[in-house]
């Protein structure tokens, strides 16, 4: 192996997760030379001008010649244009990783598209803010959180422990699991919280205008949380939600019938059954603080 963990890097999509770790490449010298590949010419120009790629170009096929390592950080929607595009450009042996936040995808649709002489590490930093695009990524987004590798059955050893190596030198805590976990995991702990914001701050968009004006006036309440998550990006999570249909809908499954549930303890002023939900969420706060992801 050269002095640097990857002789040549490919990111194809170099926006808020891309950037954010083409930083850390650079500041540990991760990659001998960084191509980065986006469609518009802005995306490209940013890349070179904030200093995370040495090359850019707007063709997959020619970021992934010769690269070690390729990066796919597009939106889950490109994923199927992004395989075909590269599949006959990249090199034998070379590791092609992603940071989607939907996982099963990888093996269903970016798959069967790749040659059989490369090295396929699906995984998902869980990590980011609400904000898109290169200017926005920074090395530090990562630092002490925990990021999900889903290996293939078959697939190789040596690239998941590089893979994993680069993940815990950007300060992630590094797990595996199969994909089909992941996608019910982050289901309940991402994608649905996501999907209650946007429609609790789509609700209070279509309220008349003087009650409107009053939400924002006293937004402190409890609104404003849920606007910062509703922030987040369309594409993105347009994109989360037609790819985990099956387990966010089982989710939300749940979570109306649950909602049912509090709906009728208020309406027959059952007090204690709220104040035991209330209890039971507090504690869960708790250890989330203990566990440093506060
Ligand atoms: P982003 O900031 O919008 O960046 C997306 C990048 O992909 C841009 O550089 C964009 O540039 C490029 N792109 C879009 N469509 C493309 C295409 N068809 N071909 C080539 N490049 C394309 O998005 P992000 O937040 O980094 O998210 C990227 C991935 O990370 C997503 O799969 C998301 O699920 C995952 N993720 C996001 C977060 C988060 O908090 N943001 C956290 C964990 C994982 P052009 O528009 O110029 O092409």
Redesign the pocket.
């Known amino acids: 192996m050269s002095e640097f963990a990857f002789n040549r890097v490919a990111f194809?999509?170099?926006?808020?997760?891309?950037s954010s770790l083409a930083h850390v490449m650079r500041r540990g010298k991760l990659a001998g030379s960084i191509i980065a590949?986006?469609?518009?010419q802005e995306?490209r120009d940013a890349a070179l001008r904030i200093g995370i790629a040495d090359e850019v170009t707007a063709d997959?096929a020619e970021a992934v010649k010769n690269a070690d390592l390729v990066v796919i950080?597009?939106?889950?929607s490109?994923y199927l244009?992004?395989g075909k595009a590269i599949a006959g450009s990249l090199k034998p042996g070379a590791i092609v990783t992603d940071?989607?936040?939907v996982k099963a995808l990888v093996a269903k649709e970016l798959l069967p598209l790749l040659p059989k002489d490369v090295h396929v590490v699906p995984g998902?930093?869980i990590?980011?803010?609400e904000n898109?695009?290169?200017e926005s990524g920074f090395a530090e987004v990562f630092r002490n959180r925990w990021c999900i590798l889903t290996p293939l059955p078959d697939g190789d050893a040596t690239a998941l422990d590089r893979v994993t190596k680069l993940w815990e030198s950007a300060g992630m805590n590094v797990v595996t699991m199969d994909a089909e976990h992941h996608d019910m995991v982050l289901a309940i702990t991402s994608h649905l919280p996501h999907l209650i914001a946007y429609t609790i701050v789509g609700t209070a968009t279509d309220l008349e205008d003087t009650l409107k004006s009053e939400v924002i006036k006293f937004s402190a309440s409890g609104f404003r949380d849920f606007t910062r998550i509703a922030a987040s990006?369309p594409v993105?999570w347009r994109d989360?939600f037609l790819n985990n249909r099956d387990a966010v809908l089982e989710m939300l499954q749940r979570f109306t019938e649950d909602l049912t549930a509090l709906q009728r303890a208020i309406r027959h002023g059952e007090g204690d059954k709220l104040q035991d939900l209330f209890t039971r969420t507090r504690a869960i706060r708790r250890s989330i603080v203990e566990a440093k992801q506060a």
Do not use: F, K, Q, Y
Not at 37 to 40: D, G, L, M, Q, Y
Not at 73 to 76: E, G, K, R, W
């Open positions: 194809i999509g170099i926006g808020h997760i891309g590949c986006a469609r518009r995306t997959p950080a597009t939106p889950l490109a244009e992004t940071v989607g936040s998902h930093p990590a980011g803010t898109s695009g290169p990006d993105m989360i």
